[in-house]
């Protein structure tokens, strides 16, 4: 299909700079957003931005942040406050049906509050009487495995530490976190294939590389700092290949806010040489086609294979099975675009595969990542500078916060080292993830829900189920800086927590502290915020999880609960001992600026794998998984849309079967909605269908047509039909085949049984579905200004 431009200007430049300013003042934080902005990711007593996982360059820059974590910074800075107030002048059955935008802009939460049902509304209550609801209500449970402990990248590491340490000394591994829904295909296949379910790349690699493969990244909206690496590198001579199912225009050409050549005299850089645009969950099918010319032309590193692998004999028997048909259907990339693709990394001395969601989050995740480690693998590529495997994560510290234990599948290797360490008996059975966690609280399982952070039932799918399923509980517990929707489901005993924010001090009666996080690249780096806190009932997240431990366990635990959360240092030093490369943790924090890397092994070659070798992997799922569903996706839908006509008359296309993926806007970050603006994607409203223009002609449908969305029932499932819309038809450069609508709104068309089979993740990227021009009442919603 033809390409379509749709936003004609540079990625950042002028437009970044105004809508970040337009957000402080938004947010009414102007000049104490800024005083943060200035003091975000800088070396010296700044603190780090919790906007993205992004490494920070070497060099230092007097600002040093983008215009994501402008938007962040300028949320979490506003005075604005949802305190007693507020909560008297709202029920809870009102705010229910509140945006997910009007919710972000009713102010810090400032005071801890608990449900009162017979108002509906949030009353406050003290600290103390809270800590004891907890305590009480822990101790009536018949077993540790009743209550689900939830976090969100958002915690840093000291705090983290703790909370997992409690949990586990309450006895349960019920520890279900954000990269349960984010990269965990990344987390297992490469611990499984490499023996380290993170990134070998450092910073510095993209200053070296020759080929970067990008997958299923929008970095313009979601981490923008990356585009800086991507144009220098490219103007050293890297070439750089975008395979996304969209074209998005913020990787066009850049414009750097950081240069002044760029923004006076309106200059930008290239970054990205091609896009190929395969279809939806094509990834793993176009890998196969690069992997299956490389073997069958000997183009592989086979010095590489041989001393530093096991599986490749298996995995070229399946590569050898796989036609070019089968290739070429599967990806939706012709036989001789993948094969110049793959000529171009048999002649690359340095590649760097780097990919996000649009790789993880599908039923074949897991095939897909691990076919990007076999490529790796194939042309040794691990190991050396300049190449790599880059994930990138996109939460500040969700990285770090698995580093530090939050795991419901914990190595016994940590559960071994925390028995020593602390001098009890740790839980040993696997505890619930995202996924069986959400299962289990819509079965009844589950009578504790607590949330450090996050937005657990939005960001999961099923988002309705779960919410239900809150309100049937004896306990939740939430611990965040911001109202959200989860929280506005009580159950009988309903709690929230005000907690400190990344920008503001931390002081206790051992002095200010700083904590520590974890990037996409395994630098363990330090981060203090400045600010006044906005008001003086918050406590720190790491006195939070010390005070409902003291009162659960009782003063007299031999943990010093008190103590690690006045002096984080003494954290450190229990970390230093529990954790792997954490030795000297205190002196190393303080050794320079930037902190330190944690020792990576495969990085050098050092394969901590069962086999003691890297280890290639056959793929689980056909290549052709995406073509085959909708397919029977055709069959299945051809006896419920039959009868259904469209507006003009004419017969609706039983025969079109479409592949939906979920999409972020740039006005957003995770499940926070910041505006209604996506400046790359020309839209200002969030009730949208994306549709390439083409596939709109030849519907006979037009651009802003009200279109339902439906997804039939999961075979695998009692489930039913589920829909949403109407949604505005809206164009975008997309594959054929292919439409897109925005996170959270269409959660809801993701079920909880449609996820990977190792990691467990929902299949928020692919799900099939038809659609239905529909008449609308003539006061539908118009675009928000």
């Excluded at 990834?283 to 032309?297: E, Q, R, S």
């Excluded at 030093?573 to 030795?583: H, L, P, S, T, V």
Aim: charged share 20%; aromatic share 8%; hydrophobic share 35%.
């Amino acid at each position: 299909m033809r390409k379509i431009p749709v936003y004609s200007h540079p990625a950042a430049g002028w437009p970044a700079l105004i809508s970040s300013a337009r957000k402080l003042m938004d947010y009414q934080t102007f000049l104490r957003g800024s005083v943060s902005v200035l003091k975000s990711n800088q070396p010296q007593g700044g603190f780090d931005c919790p906007g993205c996982a992004w490494p920070d360059h070497k060099s230092h820059k007097a600002i040093d942040v983008c215009e994501n974590g402008i938007k962040v910074v300028a949320s979490e800075t506003m005075t604005k406050k949802a305190d007693a107030a507020f909560f008297a002048r709202h029920t809870v059955t009102e705010l229910q049906q509140w945006s997910g935008y009007e919710l972000e802009h009713s102010g810090r939460l400032s005071e801890p509050v608990y449900y009162d049902a017979a108002q509906d509304r949030y009353l406050p209550i003290s600290w103390e009487a809270a800590y004891q609801c907890i305590a009480e209500q822990l101790g009536q449970l018949d077993s540790p495995d009743e209550a689900l402990f939830y976090t969100s990248g958002r915690v840093t590491n000291e705090p983290a530490f703790m909370y997992q340490l409690f949990v586990r000394c309450f006895g349960t591994n019920n520890l279900p976190d954000c990269s349960n829904m984010c990269h965990e295909p990344t987390s297992v296949m490469l611990g499984k294939q490499l023996g380290v379910g993170k990134a070998t790349v450092r910073l510095e690699d993209f200053e070296q590389a020759k080929l970067i493969l990008m997958f299923g990244q929008n970095p313009a909206t979601n981490h923008p700092r990356m585009l800086e690496m991507l144009a220098h590198a490219h103007q050293q001579g890297c070439c750089i290949i975008s395979i996304n199912p969209m074209r998005e225009q913020g990787l066009r050409k850049f414009k750097n806010p950081q240069k002044p050549s760029h923004m006076v005299a309106g200059q930008s850089d290239d970054m990205v040489d091609e896009v190929i645009q395969i279809q939806i969950g094509g990834d793993a099918a176009l890998l196969t086609g690069i992997a299956k010319w490389l073997t069958k032309n000997k183009r592989m590193n086979q010095h590489f294979i041989h001393e530093h692998t096991l599986g490749y004999e298996a995995l070229d028997v399946w590569l050898r099975q796989q036609s070019w048909t089968d290739v070429e259907r599967g990806s939706g990339i012709s036989q001789e675009q993948i094969i110049a693709i793959a000529k171009l990394v048999a002649d690359s001395p340095a590649t760097i595969c780097t990919w996000g969601m649009g790789i993880t989050q599908h039923v074949q995740g897991d095939d897909n990542v691990a076919m990007i480690a076999n490529l790796l693998l194939l042309m040794g590529m691990i190991g050396i500078d300049g190449a790599g495997a880059s994930p990138v994560r996109g939460h500040s510290n969700v990285q770090g916060d698995r580093t530090m234990g939050i795991h419901e599948r914990p190595a016994q290797k940590l559960l071994d080292s925390l028995e020593r360490v602390f001098k009890r008996p740790m839980p040993q059975e696997h505890g619930y993830d995202v996924v069986t966690g959400a299962k289990a609280l819509i079965a009844g399982k589950l009578k504790v829900f607590m949330s450090m952070g996050g937005n657990y039932a939005v960001a999961a799918p099923d988002t309705s189920a779960i919410q239900q399923a809150l309100t049937t509980t004896q306990l939740n517990i939430f611990v965040g800086t911001k109202l959200n929707e989860t929280m506005l489901y009580p159950s009988a005993n309903n709690l929230i927590f005000p907690c400190l924010g990344r920008t503001e001090r931390i002081v206790t009666a051992k002095g200010e502290q700083f904590a520590t996080i974890e990037d996409s690249m395994c630098q363990i780096v330090p981060t203090q915020g400045k600010l006044k806190p906005v008001s003086d009932m918050l406590k720190s997240e790491a006195q939070i999880v010390a005070d409902i431990a003291t009162y659960v366990f009782g003063s007299g635990s031999s943990i010093p609960w008190q103590a690690m959360s006045e002096d984080f240092d003494i954290v450190r030093d229990y970390i230093a001992q529990a954790i792997d490369g954490f030795e000297n943790f205190n002196q190393r924090i303080r050794a320079t600026e930037r902190g330190f890397h944690l020792y990576h092994p495969a990085r050098h070659r050092v394969w901590n794998t069962d086999s003691g070798k890297a280890q290639f992997e056959v793929p689980q799922y056909s290549i052709t998984y995406v073509a085959a569903q909708m397919t029977e996706a055709t069959l299945s839908f051809k006896d419920h849309a039959k009868d259904i006509d469209n507006n003009d008359g004419s017969q609706h296309n039983t025969q079109k079967i479409w592949q939906l993926t979920s999409v972020r806007s740039h006005d957003q970050f995770n499940t926070m909605i910041f505006g209604y603006n996506d400046r790359y994607r020309q839209t200002n409203r969030r009730d949208v269908l994306f549709m390439h223009p083409d596939e709109i002609s030849r519907l006979g449908w037009q651009k802003g047509d009200p279109v339902m969305v439906t997804r039939h029932a999961n075979k695998n499932s009692s489930d039913q039909p589920r829909q949403l819309g109407p949604l505005v038809l809206t164009e975008m450069d997309i594959a054929s085949n292919a439409v897109a609508a925005y996170y959270p709104e269409c959660n809801d068309l993701f079920d909880l049984d449609t996820h990977a089979p190792n990691s467990h993740i929902p299949a928020y990227k692919s799900t099939t579905v038809f659609l239905q021009r529909v008449d609308v009442d003539a006061g539908m919603a118009e675009p928000v200004s």
